[in-house]
């Protein structure tokens, strides 16, 4: 939601996964994927995490951080549109609108994917994060030596 906000659009996606560097065995891996078409739907952002975590994922790890990254961000105003898409772009961004105006109207994440953790339980250390850590300099934490 915070690239529909921003009026951004992504051209490419990080997955990654690691375990803890302080336990044995360390294992750490990611991929990039590169978007033939930029997007701002999560549905499709989604399916291409999905595709790939099989990639580096290693069952029988314990995982300590795992995380999707969007990468190389546009503003939508600035697109080069492609012949040859498949994706009926018009149907993605009306029902992204709906699931927008619906988590407005109802409170954040009434309406998500499958996809989606459904645990509140979000034991993260977050006593020095900013308000929009990644979408907003101004918020960057600011430290003096």
């Excluded at 992504?10 to 078409?37: C, E, M, W």
């Excluded at 992204?96 to 034991?123: C, M, P």
Aim: net charge positive; charged share 30%.
């Amino acid at each position: 939601m915070r690239l529909r906000e921003q009026k951004s659009l992504t051209q490419g996606i990080i997955v990654f996964l690691n375990t803890s560097r302080f336990k044995d065995p360390y294992y750490s891996a990611s991929r990039l994927i590169t978007l033939s078409h930029p997007t701002l739907d999560t549905g499709e952002i989604i399916k291409h995490s999905k595709k790939v975590f099989p990639e580096i994922f290693k069952d029988g790890l314990e995982y300590k951080k795992a995380g999707v990254i969007l990468t190389g961000n546009i503003s939508k105003n600035n697109i080069q549109f492609d012949l040859f898409d498949k994706l009926d772009r018009d149907k993605q961004k009306k029902l992204s609108q709906a699931i927008d105006t619906l988590n407005y109207k109802f409170g954040k994440d009434k309406v998500r994917s499958a996809a989606q953790s459904i645990t509140e339980d979000k034991n993260f250390k977050r006593e020095f994060l900013s308000k929009n850590p990644v979408s907003c300099f101004n918020d960057a934490i600011t430290i003096r030596v």
